[in-house]
């Protein structure tokens, strides 16, 4: 397997385009590029549909992090809960960066039952350069992204297999070469 496989892509145009991926060495990763207009739909958007060839997202400022099998079970977890009070956080740091993920649910003031989720994304990398920006979705998206979860958390022993697999035919095959 040379590239990752892209699993689903949920793109909202007000505010970020996520991508769930299965990298080469098997690991769920979710990408998340920020929109040019966040809280606004882009330029010459009507009724919810973006002009052909409309740039959106800049994927520059993308933060890209890998999601471990504890992530995941925190995030079903958080699921069934529905408790505004508990937010899951996922950091990933190394010299290069220092990513943090966060997944919070939002009251209805006047009911004080949870209304919907934003996941806040932030980054930092070594030169100091900040990437931050936030996606509100609704319940029903978030159930989404669970089921994504979920299908991957069932899969994993047999995704990681054959990504070994297929590493180990690659190096096997380049051997064979230089025979």
């Known amino acids: 397997m040379k590239y990752a496989i892209d699993v689903h892509e949920m793109v909202f145009p007000k505010y970020a385009k996520i991508q769930f991926k299965i990298n080469k060495g098997g690991n769920l990763t979710i990408a998340a590029s920020p929109a040019f207009t966040p809280g606004q739909l882009p330029e010459g958007t009507k009724g919810g549909k973006v002009p052909k060839g409309t740039r959106v997202f800049d994927y520059e400022k993308q933060i890209i992090t890998s999601l471990g099998i504890s992530d995941i079970i925190k995030l079903i977890e958080m699921s069934k809960k529905k408790v505004a009070t508990e937010n899951v956080d996922i950091f990933r740091n190394s010299e290069k960066y220092n990513k943090k993920i966060t997944f919070s649910y939002?009251?209805?003031?006047?009911?004080?039952?949870?209304?919907?989720?934003?996941?806040?994304?932030?980054?930092?990398?070594?030169t100091g350069k900040e990437i931050k920006f936030y996606l509100p979705i609704s319940l029903v998206n978030f159930e989404e992204i669970i089921y994504i979860l979920q299908s991957y958390l069932t899969s994993v022993c047999s995704i990681k297999l054959f990504c070994l697999a297929e590493t180990d035919d690659s190096q096997s095959n380049s051997q064979s070469f230089e025979d």
């Open 106 to 126: 939002n009251l209805d003031e006047s009911t004080g039952v949870v209304k919907f989720l934003t996941i806040y994304f932030h980054s930092t990398d070594y």
